[in-house]
């Protein structure tokens, strides 16, 4: 992250830069694992939303009771893990494929990509 003040202005106002993992920016734990669980998270609620399930129904699909159908609406998946939020996915229809590869950084980076 990159912090720039911008020119011209009355007063200062400090604009950072995000490093493209708002989970990283905010300094939180797992931040690649928190982004991760936040995009299978948001595919889950649009296959919900473009169905046109109820919490209800959608809760029964998933093996879930309606409030914590409610917290994935909501984006907050914190208590379910990745393997979890896969299984959400199949339930509702969708292949999950994880590949794995060598990296030529130091670490590995985990991604999503929705077709």
Do not use: C, W
């Not at 009355?10 to 690649?32: H, K, Q, W």
């Not at 399930?53 to 029964?60: H, K, M, V, W, Y």
């Not at 907050?76 to 060598?102: C, H, K, N, W, Y």
């Amino acid at each position: 992250m990159k912090g720039k003040t911008p020119k011209n202005t009355s007063s200062a106002v400090r604009i950072t830069e995000s490093s493209g993992n708002v989970f990283a920016d905010l300094g939180l734990a797992n931040p690649e694992q928190e982004l991760l669980k936040a995009r299978l998270t948001l595919q889950i609620y649009h296959i919900i939303q473009q169905r046109g399930l109820t919490q209800t129904e959608a809760g029964r699909t998933l093996g879930i009771k309606q409030p914590h159908v409610s917290l994935l609406m909501r984006n907050r998946a914190g208590s379910f893990s990745v393997g979890r939020l896969m299984e959400f996915l199949t339930a509702l229809g969708q292949d999950v494929e994880i590949t794995v590869r060598p990296t030529r950084k130091e670490h590995g980076e985990m991604s999503v990509m929705i077709r």
